[in-house]
């Protein structure tokens, strides 16, 4: 698993995201799944940054592992901030406007539903949130 540690932070997205990206083009992830994967993975580093600290600093560690047969790629994201689920959070009512939802939930909704397997759990003072999405090509429209 390829996997790096740096401070959550506005400023750090744009080289997890280029890592990221990096990576899934190194495994021949299809573009329009690589965009998918990149989406999940700004909203969740995002998250971390501004909610898992209360607003302090503080570290993310991202891990990256390939999976043969079917081929998926699995993001791991882990954090020591505040113990957190996001997927105990409610899913927010998408037939109502945007006027009438509350604010909030709907990007780990999105997560949710694009990737093939979303899990969560807490472990030696860690926050760990794992994301799966298959990138084997027979899967692919492209």
Do not use: W
């Amino acid at each position: 698993m390829h996997e790096m540690k740096l401070m959550a932070s506005d400023e750090t997205l744009y080289t997890v995201i280029g890592e990221i990206e990096k990576l899934l083009d190194e495994n021949q992830c299809p573009e329009t799944l690589k965009m998918i994967m990149l989406v999940a993975v700004e909203e969740i580093f995002v998250n971390i940054a501004h909610y898992a600290y209360g607003g302090n600093p503080g570290e993310a560690v991202i891990g990256l592992d390939v999976i043969p047969n079917p081929k998926s790629c699995r993001i791991v994201f882990r954090d020591k901030g505040i113990p957190y689920n996001p997927l105990e959070k409610t899913d927010p009512d998408i037939t109502l406007s945007a006027e009438e939802r509350e604010i909030g939930g709907l990007g780990i909704y999105m997560v949710k539903q694009s990737m093939d397997k979303v899990e969560y759990r807490y472990e030696d003072g860690y926050n760990i949130l794992t994301i799966e999405k298959n990138i084997d090509d027979s899967a692919s429209e492209e």
